[in-house]
């Protein structure tokens, strides 16, 4: 082979190669892994592109939403914990205020059908309208922030290449918004490695006991692959007496809903501690006390908790390290949900 034809075949392999990875390769892709349900997220009315995934991912970021630029969506939603924040059973907004519940983990959205503790928001379109407007989170009303946005000649910029208009409006701020949220997607932990074979992946004798408890204690509630029912559940926590947050009946009014809260996804569930509605619990050991030991006994109890769960410290400690395996560490590592300023 002569040089002159390695040159013009090296040359033939590069252009080749800048032209697979051209603008037209998408830059991140929702994946519905095998197995899985279908999501419940409409696509066709939020169509996936490069440029209002970035221009969503750049909001998420940025404390401009907040009344005073102080507070972002991501104060309280931090990647490496699942979304959600470590440091404080309450979550905490504009001005160091304290809200009255600890913040929910943000991935696998595209199968959520409502959002919220309480399920107060059920599309995922409007769910950023809550913390935005909320006095005590990010405090900021729309039409102000739309002003402020409008008022960026480099948000003009971002909403013209993302929606080929630079004037900004609150249905393309929140389509942003949850064309970002809804590609934050976990599948793979240990965990999913195992159950898809992979070569080397295996359960230690100690999570595969802890895999069997969870599948005889839990699974009821946090059903796989999801690791929740998507439903709400009264799981015997006791009333907090300062908060008095009585749950979904304060969307629906009914009494049956007294209690009830959001059944959340275990995944992540190492990292995304205080656990509960109100953070009450900072770590999984007080967790499986609570269901083992701190039942409290009412008409709409969940029915899996009507009958005693009863493990020993052994069992407890198997069943956590079972749990540890839905740690998905490329999720929580994964470069294209970080924030980048100079995009």
Excluded at 120 to 136: A, D, F, K, R, S
Excluded at 248 to 271: A, H, Q, W, Y
């Amino acid at each position: 082979m002569s040089l002159k034809f390695r040159y013009s075949l090296l040359l033939a392999i590069t252009v080749f190669l800048l032209l697979a990875f051209t603008e037209e390769t998408p830059y991140i892709q929702f994946v519905t892994p095998k197995g899985w349900p279908q999501p419940v997220y409409d696509f066709s009315k939020n169509k996936p592109s490069d440029e209002k995934y970035k221009l969503g991912r750049h909001l998420f970021y940025d404390p401009v939403l907040s009344r005073d630029s102080s507070t972002s969506c991501s104060s309280c939603h931090l990647q490496f914990s699942g979304f959600t924040h470590v440091d404080h059973a309450l979550s905490h907004g504009i001005n160091g205020l304290k809200g009255t519940r600890n913040s929910l983990t943000l991935f696998n959205l595209a199968w959520s059908k409502n959002f919220m503790w309480d399920g107060g928001v059920n599309n995922l379109e409007v769910q950023p309208i809550n913390p935005i407007t909320n006095p005590v989170e990010m405090d900021q009303d729309l039409p102000g922030l739309i002003k402020k946005l409008n008022a960026s000649a480099y948000y003009r910029q971002r909403f013209y290449k993302a929606f080929g208009d630079s004037v900004i409006t609150s249905q393309k701020l929140l389509k942003a918004l949850a064309q970002y949220m809804v590609m934050l997607e976990s599948y793979n932990s240990r965990y999913d490695k195992v159950m898809r074979h992979e070569t080397g992946a295996v359960f230690t004798d100690a999570e595969q006991h802890g895999y069997e408890l969870f599948k005889m204690h839990c699974a009821s509630c946090h059903a796989e692959p999801l690791f929740t029912n998507r439903g709400f559940e009264n799981n015997g926590l006791p009333v907090d007496t300062e908060l008095r947050d009585i749950g979904r009946m304060k969307i629906t009014g009914l009494k049956s809903d007294s209690l009830k809260f959001k059944v959340p996804s275990l995944r992540n569930c190492e990292l995304s501690y205080p656990y509960m509605h109100d953070g009450r619990f900072r770590n999984l050991d007080m967790v499986l006390t609570h269901y083992t030991q701190g039942i409290t006994i009412s008409q709409n109890l969940s029915p899996a908790l009507r009958k005693p769960v009863v493990m020993n410290d052994s069992e407890k400690k198997d069943l956590i390290a079972f749990l540890k395996t839905l740690t998905d560490k490329e999720f929580m590592y994964d470069l294209r949900y970080r924030n980048y300023l100079k995009e």
